[in-house]
């Protein structure tokens, strides 16, 4: 069972920066597409970004401009850039990824607080 840990979580003002990383562990099987998801209060998760492993990347409009996504294969490692951060983008943060069998597995979650 592939196990995700996410990393970088916390609370920034706004217009600052936060870069997320998550790791893959226990892998056996390829893992295809990486990505971020994020779930404010009150509201359904959301995709944020998602990057193939041949690096083909795929943002919300609300991403597009502000967060990079990155990922290293080898290491099985997905990163999250994100740029002038707004109180909008407070949510938790959670890492995906599927293995080359379509099976999803998701991190427990990094909470991420923007203050105005």
């Known amino acids: 069972q592939v196990q995700l840990v996410e990393f970088g979580g916390g609370l920034v003002q706004a217009g600052g920066s936060l870069r997320l990383s998550c790791v893959a562990d226990?892998?056996?099987?390829?893992?295809?597409?990486m990505g971020w998801y994020r779930q404010a209060p009150g509201k359904q998760r959301e995709l944020v970004a998602t990057?193939?492993?041949?690096?083909?990347?795929n943002y919300a409009d609300f991403a597009r401009g502000r967060f990079t996504i990155s990922r290293d294969n080898a290491k099985n490692t997905v990163d999250l850039q994100m740029n002038s951060l707004r109180p909008e983008d407070t949510a938790v943060y959670y890492c995906?990824?599927?293995?080359?069998?379509?099976?999803?597995?998701w991190g427990q979650g990094t909470q991420v607080t923007v203050s105005s």
């Open positions: 995906n990824a599927v293995d080359a069998l379509r099976r999803d597995f």
């Open positions: 226990n892998v056996r099987i390829l893992i295809n597409a």
């Open positions: 990057i193939s492993r041949g690096g083909w990347t």
